[in-house]
């Protein structure tokens, strides 16, 4: 059975009246790893967020059959937010597990870098149990080292069955995965807006 379906799908903001992208077909197996490409506001965001159960206005069929509390979201991580006086070191270890990555011990959250602040975060992605993951430009501010030990991580966590949706500009990472790759096109006819 697939874990997700979607047909004909696309979502629509509130308040505007056409979809953000061109409908969408395609399901998704366990195991395996679906890319979202497209260019910046085309709405694969907004589609990681829906998949996470943060629910839109949507045309087409959707069904998934993973229970949202075997969903792990990771949004992307901007420098401002999540102002914190926490070490990282704490954040890691609100899980039990074993890390993905060596975070420094004393670093202040506040004054860490976008970095190692993904890097925190994904340690805590990858203690959870889960069905499915997402991830939301998994890249964004790690280093050629730390990115190819996300690969294998999700490419470990991917032959325990574990499902990956991401987002990302570029695939180049990911050539020595076995993955779908959905490219999301904004609908011409969708009115601008700010997502």
Same mark, same amino acid.
């Given at each position: ?30 195991? @395996? ?7 910046? =506001? ?6 990681? !967020?829906?998949? @996470? ?6 045309? =087409? ?5 993973? %229970? ?5 979201? +990771? ?20 899980? %039990? ?8 011990? !004393? ?6 870098? =976008? =970095?190692?602040?993904?890097?925190? +975060? ?32 999700? &490419? ?18 990911? !050539? ?9 096109? !904004?609908?011409?006819? @969708? &009115?601008?807006?700010?997502?």
């Amino acid at each position: 059975m697939s874990l997700l379906e979607f047909k004909n799908f696309s979502i629509r903001l509130r308040g505007q009246k056409t979809s953000l992208f061109e409908p969408l077909s395609f399901h998704m197996d366990p195991g @395996s790893l679906l890319i979202l490409t497209g260019p910046n =506001g085309s709405g694969k965001s907004t589609l990681l !967020k829906f998949i @996470s159960g943060q629910r839109q206005s949507y045309e =087409g069929n959707f069904q998934n059959h993973v %229970p949202l509390e075997k969903v792990v979201f +990771l949004p992307q991580v901007l420098r401002s937010q999540f102002l914190l006086p926490i070490q990282l070191n704490e954040i890691s270890q609100l899980l %039990p597990g074993e890390s993905l990555y060596h975070v420094s011990e !004393k670093s202040l959250w506040s004054h860490s870098s =976008g =970095g190692e602040r993904q890097k925190t +975060l994904l340690n805590l992605v990858f203690r959870k149990p889960a069905d499915l993951i997402l991830l939301d430009e998994p890249f964004n501010h790690l280093d050629q080292d730390a990115q190819s030990l996300l690969v294998s991580a999700m &490419e470990k966590r991917m032959s325990q069955g574990t499902s990956f949706v991401l987002s990302s500009h570029s695939l180049e990472g990911f !050539k020595n995965l076995n993955f779908q790759e959905i490219s999301i096109r !904004k609908n011409l006819n @969708s &009115e601008e807006r700010s997502l």
